[in-house]
Structures are given as C-alpha cells and as structure tokens.
C-alpha cells in the first residue's frame, strides 16, 4: 500500500522543528498572529512518532510474524547513515572537540535515556533514540500483540497506557510528582514517555487496515477542520503540555484525513517534488544543527561582511537552501546507496509491500 500523500507532511513537521529551533526573530513567523503556533512547533517530533507508528502497520499489520534482526536492521539502514554522517559533520565542525561518553553514547543512539545526556552532541539526534526503542519494540507487539489479539483488546490497553502516560507526565513536568533519578527536562525526551504517541498510531494503523484503507473521498474540509482544532488547541493549551503525544488527538484523525482524501490539494502532495521534499525532510531535521555550525554568524561575517542581527532572516533562508541542497545530496549519493548495500546482505524480505512516506 502507498501512502505518498502522507510524504510531504514529514516535509512540513521537520520545517516547523527547523524555525522552532532557529527562526525565532523573523517577523512571517513571529508575530502576533502566529507566534503562538511556532514557539509550540516542537510538536512536530510527536507527530513523527505517531505517524512511525501508523506506518509501521500499514507496512507490516498483514503479516503474522516478522524477523527482529531483519527489520531492526532494515530499520537502521534507513536512519542510521544520516544519523551518523550528522555526527561526523558536528565533530567536523567543532575540530573533533566532543565529550568521548557522549559521543559513545550518540553512535549507539541510547542518549536519551541517560540523565542530562538527551540533547548532547547532535541535539535532534535525541528523537531517533526514542525511535530505536520503538523499533526495538515493534516486532514483539505484532508478533505476540497485534497479529495474536483482537483489535478491541489492543484498543483498550493502548488507550489505558495513553491515559496513564498523559497523568504521569503532567504530574512530574507540574512537580506535583517527583522522580530523583531523572529531572524533569530528561523526562521530556525520555523514550518511555513518548511510547504512547507510537502506540496509538499503531491503534491508529490497525484501524485503518481493518476498517477504513477502501473509504477514500474528498476529505479537504475534513482537513481543514482538524487543523483549525489544531490551531485551537496550539492557541489554548490550558495548561497542557503537548510534547509527548497528547495530540494525537488531533494527529491521528489528521494523518487518516490525507491518507483517505481525494482531494487535488491532498494529490498534489503525491507529485514527485513533493515526495522528494517527503523523502529528504529527514535530512533537513537531522542535519540543522551541522549546517547552523558550521555556516555560523562569525564565518558568514568573517568571510561574507554580513550581520548576524541585521540580516538574521537572510542567514536563516541562506542556511535552509543549503541545508535542502545538503539534504538532497545526502539522500541522493549517500542515504539510498548505503541503505541499498546494507540491505543486500539481507537473504530474508519482510514484506513484499511497499509504503511510502
């Protein structure tokens, strides 16, 4: 089953992380009217791994059993090369000047679980050791969960795990609830905190294979309802934090929205520019902090004669076209190569169908 509508949406997550992190102080972001919307935009890691999750089934939600060594690797050879060429240029960036824990820590991608270790090195990096364990998980759950159980026995403990997860959460980031061992800035990149927002797209996925995969029509208003909510709920939070999957309520029905719609807005996402800009939005996330390095305001300054205050809009889309160029390049000579060449080793296939996404 293919899903390239779904393609371009990555594109715009990862864009939205992008001015969370590095365009504060442009105006067309920050302004009265959308400021709300931008400083909340690290949402956009939630998203993905609702949306992993849903892809997950929809790759693999027919097949009774799948090998863990090869999808774990399969898994890997899709992440992992960039992961680790975003290293290599951080290191590159600060002359090899790096914390050698750290650094171990980041290569076997477990940062997110040590204290205070989350955003070290390659701070975007923090989301993809969230994405290993899920990884690590996935092929227990529909192995032993999802092809073995009903779909209602599914939905009740995803939904009692979503619910027990938003609690804790809120209770330890409120100090209404202490835990020693980690603070409460570990425990919002803490891996286990974010398990619900997978597990609820593959609730999500299952639905979608069982019930609603043969329902395609014209869902734009659909859409733009489910984003107006989003604004809504981005506009007030009433004392909610969002960051560890709380909108999947909104998510969820979003990603089934343009999964199903018909609609010549929804289509033109399935374009090849489009999915180009889908396929490469990893790059574009992961690559940020090496491109903002190593283009820094003293070298643009040093040798370019630009002002890091003044033309702080211009250096922001110098650096995303030579983060896209990066991104593209990347995806095209290095990514699929190394992806091709690891996976050639593989003598058993998962899955004869392909998603894209």
Do not use: C
Request: proline share 3%; glycine share 4%.
């Amino acid at each position: 089953m293919r899903l390239e509508q779904l393609t371009f949406t990555r594109f715009l997550a990862a864009l939205s992380i992008l001015i969370f992190h590095y365009g504060q102080g442009i105006e067309i972001f920050y302004n009265q009217y959308t400021t709300f919307i931008f400083e909340q935009a690290n949402v956009g890691v939630s998203y993905f791994f609702i949306l992993s999750g849903f892809v997950m089934i929809i790759a693999y939600g027919n097949k009774e059993k799948i090998i863990f060594w090869d999808f774990l690797k399969n898994r890997l050879a899709r992440i992992y090369p960039i992961y680790f060429l975003a290293i290599i240029l951080i290191l590159i960036s600060k002359l090899l000047k790096e914390n050698t824990s750290d650094l171990i820590l980041n290569l076997l991608m477990i940062q997110s679980w040590v204290p205070s270790k989350a955003l070290t090195v390659n701070f975007p990096g923090w989301s993809l050791s969230v994405e290993l364990f899920f990884y690590a998980l996935f092929p227990f759950l529909l192995n032993y969960v999802y092809s073995k159980k009903t779909i209602l026995f599914s939905t009740i403990n995803i939904l009692i795990f979503f619910l027990i997860s938003q609690i804790v959460f809120h209770l330890i980031i409120y100090d209404i609830y202490d835990i020693n061992f980690y603070t409460k800035r570990d425990i919002m990149y803490l891996p286990i905190m974010h398990l619900n927002s997978f597990l609820i797209g593959n609730l999500s996925g299952l639905f979608f294979l069982k019930y609603l995969k043969n329902r395609q029509k014209n869902y734009f208003y659909h859409i733009l309802f489910t984003l107006s909510i989003l604004v809504l709920l981005l506009k007030f939070p009433v004392g909610l934090n969002y960051h560890n999957g709380l909108l999947a309520i909104i998510f969820v029905p979003l990603i089934v929205f343009i999964s199903l719609s018909t609609d010549k807005i929804t289509k033109t996402f399935s374009s090849k520019p489009f999915i180009f800009l889908g396929e490469i939005s990893f790059g574009v996330y992961i690559l940020q902090r090496p491109v903002w390095n190593i283009f820094s305001d003293s070298r643009f300054e040093k040798f370019l004669n630009f002002n890091a205050e003044k033309d702080f809009s211009l250096l922001f889309i110098l650096r995303f076209i030579i983060l896209l160029v990066l991104a593209s390049i990347s995806y095209i000579y290095f990514e699929k190569p190394v992806r091709n060449y690891i996976n050639s080793f593989s003598t058993k296939h998962l899955t004869k169908n392909k998603v894209i996404i």
